[in-house]
C-alpha cells in the first residue's frame, strides 16, 4: 500500500512538472515574441519579423501541448519542416540578402518590404489554416495491428521475391557504374555532383525502387518473426542506402531511411510508445549527422568535378562549413521564402492563376504514349518564367505559394485548410486499418508528401513510388496464395 501511495504522488509530481515545463515555455514564447516587437517595431521588416515569431510560437506551443507525440504523424512532420519557414526568414534578413541568388536577381513592381511583409502574414495565415483543419477533424481510435498473415503474404513468396528484386537493383546499379565510370565504383562516386546530368544521355535508376521495396518486405518479415535484425539485414540496408546516395539526392536518401525506421517504429510503438520515441530521437539525431556528412561528400564531389583540385585542404573544409548556411536556407533544403515576394509581384500578370491544375502535376510522371499528362508544375513555370538565368534546377514554391499561384489568398485560405483536414484523414485511417500494405502507404504520402509539402509543391507526390510498391505488393500476394494453395 505504501509503494502504491508514492507511486501515485510520484506520478503527480512529475505531472505536475510536466504542466510546470509547459507554461514556462509558453511564458518564454510570448517573451520572445514580445522581444521581437520591442527591438524590431521600427524597421522596414518589422512586420516579417514579428509574424515569424508568432509563428514559431504556434507551432512550438502545438507540439507542447500534444497529448501523445507520434513522430511519424502526417501533421507533426508538416509542422517539422513549417517551422524552418521562421528560420529562414530570420536567416535572408540577417544577412540583409546578400547572396541570395533568387531575390536579388530579379525586380519588383511593389516595395520589396512590402511583400516580404505580405508573405510572413500569408506563411502564419496559412499554417493557422492548417492547424484548424487538423484540429476541426476528431481524432480516431486506435484499432488494434493487424499486418497480413502467412496466407495473404507467404514466407516463401517474400524471399524468393527479395531475392529478385535485390538481383534487380544490383544489376541496374552495376550497369551505371559500367557506361558512367567504366566499372569503377570509386570514381562513380566522386563525380556524384554531375549524376543528374549524365542520366540527361543515359542510365536509369528504376531498378533502385526494386532495392527499396525489397527493405520494406525484409522489414516485414523480419518483424512478423519476430527476429533480431542480423548483420545480413544491415548490409541489404546499408547496399540499398548506398545505390540512393550515389544519385546525389539527400532527401531521398534520407527519406529511405526513415521509412524503414517507420516501420519498425509503427509496429513497435504498441508496446511502449514513450522508448520507441527515445530511440527515434537517437536515430534522428544520427540521421541529422549522417545528412551532414552527405552534403560534405557531395559539396566535395562537386568541387572535384568542376575545378579538378584536391580536396584535402583545411581551407575547402572551411569554405564548406560557412557555405552550409547559405545552402540550407537559400537553397530549397527548407523552406524557400525567398521567392515568395516574386510570386505575389508578379504571379498573377506574368502566370495567370492556375485555378487548381498544378495539384495534379504529379501525374505527368505516368505520361507515356497511351496517357499524356501535361499538368502545370509550379516549380517549372517559377524557374522558366523569372530565373532562368540562375543556376540549379527547378525551383517549389512554397505549400502557401503554390496554393496562391492556383487561387491568391483564397487558396492560402481554404487550401492549407484542406491540407490539414487531409493530414487528419489519413491518419485515421491508418490508426483503423494497420496492416503492412497501409503502414507503406501511409509513411509514403507522410515523409515524402506532408513532410516536404512546406517547401514543395504537388509535383513532388510520391504516386510512382507508391504505384511500383503496389505492384509488387500485388504480384507478392497473389504469389503467396499460389504458394500456399500447391
Not at 510570448?30 to 521588416?45: A, K
Not at 497480413?148 to 546499379?173: H, V
Not at 516574386?342 to 498544378?358: A, F, T, V
Request: with cysteine.
Amino acid at each position: 500500500m505504501e509503494n502504491d501511495k508514492e507511486m501515485e504522488t510520484a506520478e503527480r509530481g512529475m505531472l505536475a512538472m510536466a504542466r510546470y515545463l509547459k507554461l514556462s515555455m509558453v511564458l518564454i514564447l510570448i517573451g520572445l515574441v514580445s522581444g521581437l516587437f520591442i527591438v524590431f517595431g521600427s524597421s522596414q521588416y518589422s512586420i516579417a519579423i514579428i509574424c515569424t515569431g508568432i509563428l514559431f510560437a504556434v507551432i512550438i506551443m502545438q507540439f507542447i501541448y500534444r497529448q501523445t507525440v507520434v513522430f511519424i504523424e502526417p501533421f507533426f512532420l508538416f509542422s517539422l519542416m513549417y517551422l524552418t519557414t521562421c528560420f529562414a526568414m530570420w536567416y535572408i534578413l540577417a544577412q540583409n540578402f546578400s547572396n541570395n541568388d533568387f531575390i536579388n536577381a530579379v525586380t519588383y513592381e511593389t516595395d520589396f518590404s512590402t511583400l516580404l511583409n505580405k508573405a510572413s502574414i500569408y506563411y502564419l495565415i496559412g499554417y493557422i489554416c492548417a492547424l484548424i483543419g487538423y484540429r476541426i477533424v476528431p481524432t480516431g481510435k486506435w484499432n488494434t495491428l493487424k499486418w497480413e498473415n502467412k496466407k495473404q503474404l507467404s514466407d516463401g513468396a517474400i524471399k524468393t521475391g527479395l531475392i529478385l528484386l535485390f538481383i534487380i537493383a544490383a544489376a541496374n546499379f552495376f550497369y551505371n557504374v559500367y557506361i558512367f565510370s567504366i566499372g569503377k565504383i570509386v570514381n562513380y562516386f566522386k563525380s556524384m555532383a554531375l549524376r543528374s546530368y549524365e542520366f540527361e544521355t543515359g542510365g536509369t535508376t528504376i531498378g533502385y525502387n526494386f532495392a527499396y521495396i525489397g527493405m520494406y518486405f525484409l522489414t516485414f518479415y523480419y518483424l512478423r518473426k519476430k527476429k533480431s535484425f542480423n548483420a545480413g539485414y544491415f548490409i541489404l540496408m546499408f547496399f540499398s542506402t548506398l545505390i540512393l546516395a550515389s544519385t546525389g539526392r539527400i532527401f531521398q536518401t534520407l527519406s529511405f531511411v526513415v521509412t524503414v525506421i517507420g516501420i519498425w517504429y509503427l509496429y513497435t510503438m504498441h508496446t511502449s510508445i514513450k522508448n520507441c520515441n527515445r530511440k527515434v530521437v537517437l536515430l534522428g539525431a544520427a540521421l541529422f549527422c549522417a545528412g551532414l556528412f552527405f552534403y560534405v561528400f557531395r559539396s566535395f564531389s562537386s568541387i572535384v568535378s568542376s575545378y579538378q583540385m584536391e580536396v584535402s585542404t583545411l581551407r575547402t573544409i572551411q569554405a564548406l562549413v560557412l557555405n552550409l548556411m547559405n545552402v540550407a536556407f537559400n537553397r530549397g533544403y527548407v523552406v524557400n521564402v525567398s521567392l515568395m515576394p516574386k510570386i505575389l509581384d508578379s504571379s498573377i500578370n506574368d502566370i495567370g492563376l492556375l485555378h487548381g491544375e498544378s495539384l495534379f502535376s504529379s501525374l505527368n510522371a505516368f505520361s507515356t504514349g497511351l496517357l499524356n499528362f501535361d499538368f502545370p508544375s509550379t516549380s517549372v513555370l517559377i524557374k522558366q518564367t523569372w530565373f532562368s538565368e540562375v543556376a540549379g534546377g527547378n525551383l517549389p514554391p512554397t505549400a502557401v505559394g503554390e496554393m496562391y499561384m492556383n487561387f491568391g489568398i483564397i487558396g492560402i485560405i481554404g487550401g492549407m485548410f484542406l491540407i490539414g483536414v487531409g493530414a487528419k484523414l489519413l491518419y485515421n485511417c491508418f490508426i483503423r486499418r494497420q496492416t503492412f500494405f497501409t503502414t507503406i502507404i501511409y509513411l509514403k504520402i507522410s515523409i515524402d508528401f506532408f513532410f516536404v509539402y512546406p517547401k514543395n509543391d504537388f509535383s513532388n507526390f510520391p504516386l510512382m513510388s507508391i504505384a511500383f510498391f503496389i505492384f509488387v505488393y500485388v504480384i507478392a500476394h497473389i504469389s503467396s496464395y499460389i504458394w500456399e494453395t500447391e
